[in-house]
């Protein structure tokens, strides 16, 4: 691992009298292979005037063929697949559908504007389920209520899943089982003959009171850019061949939604608090891309469009670091050939939703659900916001990818799973870096995780606390 490549055995260097006037060894960093796949989350010309039903229309009819294959491979050949057109009562058969969850406790504006009902807007919730919330499932006709065995609150809106079962005299449909699209075919990874590192961090929050948060920043960029610790240090950070900035780089205070409702003669002389964290955020970049190649994905608190998928940061934002060739500006969610290995993910927005509207908890969970759905968003456009696709829709996973990752989590989780027909995904899920004060680091030859914990002074620690990185 890349601790393991750091350490010295001999001794530090630091210690040590210098062997002759010279600047001392130098470590070339180890180059990759890299191209884009972020044309299909591309949005060109640019029209809200189609309503969100052909969005689902689309994820039905592209995912159907792919459930009902994996339907007869799990309850045979001979089941019977029907629409619900012509579902007949009593008769076991499989329905390919989209989930929807009717909750009462689920924002509306509708709602919010009533002046029927005079109500109060709802008061912000971390979950809203209940146990009145209803799953019902759609095709392009008809709806029918589900009932048995199936997690009602697990499942979210806009899955699209087979189940199994039977309509009963009451008018709902009793499963028996369920399946999902579950994992998509991969292609091979290449066998890599040393080990190379990508580094994943997220939520820097740049433009936040933490004052600790921007030392701890400032030594990941220390550590990346081989200007801290010994030789080991030095040549350790070497074999880190790429960095990925995952979303939220600025902090959620400089978000000044106010600014649009104030009269203009209060805001004349004033500067958004966006202007000043761009400006940190370049000269960050800066240091980093004279040293490295750096992808940076928008998240939820950045200056893009909110919908996703969200468009890549302007370069005329970052006129220090734009130069550079090894600055790439990405959309997110995000997709890359690293050295053959598939990365694809997004900054978080897509897992904080879906745990907002189901009992999973863990972000890791969540992330392999989507996986298992073949599918980066589900809840959107219902709950999360989507631009209106017409024809496709963007969000299905045609390929499995290698490294799946989210970021913005509040803890750093991996996993290795394994599909049936031989996929290997790593999942991970990157922390919020103003919070956590971590990264990660994903091993390209052995697809290994680990975590990069960056300790700094804070006021809440005693006067005898050390500035240190531990892997």
């Known amino acids: 691992m890349f601790s393991d490549l750091s350490a010295q055995r001999e001794g530090s260097s630091l210690l040590c009298r210098p062997a002759s006037e010279d600047q001392g060894p130098v470590f070339e960093r180890t180059s990759l292979d890299y191209s884009p796949c972020t044309d299909r989350f591309t949005v060109g010309q640019r029209s809200f005037n189609r309503q969100y039903a052909h969005i689902y229309a689309a994820r039905l009819m592209e995912m159907r063929p792919l459930l009902s294959e994996r339907a007869k491979h799990k309850w045979g050949a001979d089941v019977h697949i029907r629409k619900l057109c012509d579902l007949e009562t009593g008769e076991q058969c499989c329905i390919v559908g989209t989930l929807f969850k009717r909750m009462d406790l689920q924002p509306s504006i509708l709602k919010e504007i009533s002046e029927e009902h005079n109500l109060l807007p709802q008061p912000a919730r971390n979950k809203y389920i209940t146990e009145a919330d209803e799953l019902i499932l759609e ?157 940076v994905m928008p998240g939820q608190y950045d200056p893009t469009n909110y919908t996703l998928p969200q468009q890549p940061l302007h370069r005329c934002m970052f006129p220090l670091s734009s130069v550079y060739p090894t600055l790439q500006l990405v959309s997110n969610p995000y997709g890359a050939n690293i050295d053959g290995v598939r990365f694809l993910g997004t900054s978080g927005q897509n897992v904080c939703d879906i745990r907002k509207y189901s009992s999973m908890d863990s972000h890791l969970e969540i992330l392999e659900e989507t996986l298992r759905l ?21 969000f299905i996973l045609e390929e499995c990818p290698h490294v799946y990752f989210s970021g913005n989590a509040p803890v750093f989780e991996s996993k290795l799973i394994k599909g049936s027909d031989g996929q290997e995904v790593l999942l991970v899920t990157i922390p919020d870096f103003s919070s956590t004060q971590t990264a990660c680091l994903v091993n390209l030859r052995t697809l290994r995780c680990e975590p990069v914990f960056f300790s700094a002074f804070s006021a809440d620690e005693d006067e005898e606390s050390e500035m240190n990185i531990s892997h």
Do not use: W
């Open 139 to 295: 095709d392009e006709l008809q709806r029918i209520k589900l009932e048995g065995k199936i997690d009602r609150d697990k499942c979210v809106t806009g899955s699209v899943i087979a189940i199994y079962g039977a309509e009963k005299n009451d008018g709902k449909f009793t499963v028996e089982d369920f399946c999902m699209a579950d994992l998509p075919l991969q292609t091979p990874r290449p066998a890599l003959s040393c080990d190379k590192f990508v580094l994943l961090a997220s939520g820097l929050g740049l433009g936040s009171s933490k004052a600790d948060s921007m030392l701890g920043l400032q030594l990941l960029v220390d550590m990346v850019t081989g200007q801290l610790g010994d030789t080991g240090e030095q040549s350790g950070a070497a074999t880190i061949s790429r960095v990925l900035l995952a979303g939220n780089l600025l902090s959620q205070n400089t978000q000044d939604k106010d600014a649009s409702t104030k009269a203009k003669y209060l805001t004349k002389k004033t500067q958004a608090g966006s202007v000043e964290a761009i400006r940190l955020l370049d000269e960050l970049l800066l240091q980093l891309v004279a040293s490295v190649p750096v992808d």
């Open 374 to 394: 073949r599918h980066l968003a589900p809840t959107a456009p219902d709950t999360l916001g989507c631009y209106p696709f017409y024809q496709r829709d963007p």
